[in-house]
């Protein structure tokens, strides 16, 4: 049977190879003669061509945002490995992520800005960061022993 730490490190790995993997497909959807990927990532996202990186005078299958996510969460998976983060660090830098994503929603909508990229890019890759970080560590400590 596994231990925590080998199972922490196995969801870690696992984060850092399957959402590096949807990143590369919803990049790669434009350069394929079928709509089967914007289709497959359609329920995760709005798919906004305004919103959205342009591939071959295309747009991928996700949002600036969405695409940012996956990165974060992949990159969230590679910096687990590397460093330790404690329980309330996570809840910390989760909320903070979402307070942040809120944020820029509720900026946008009441006018003060429009449709910033950077910004988006920004907030949606600190989001999938702490996502990785937030599940991963609380997989650890769901996973440890407990005391008596």
Known sequence: MRNSKDSSRFLAWLFLILFSLALL????????????????????????????????????????????????????????????YTLRSSFVLLSSAVILNLLDYFLERLGFYENLFAIRISVGFLLGLSIANFVLVHSKSANSPQPA
């Open 25 to 84: 497909l919803s990049l790669l959807a434009p350069l394929l003669p079928s709509p089967i990927l914007h289709y497959l990532f359609a329920p995760v996202c709005h798919q906004e061509a305004e919103r959205c990186f342009v591939v071959n005078g295309l747009p991928v299958a996700v949002c600036v945002r969405c695409v940012a996510i996956y990165a974060g969460l992949a990159v969230g998976g590679l910096l687990y490995l590397q460093f330790r």
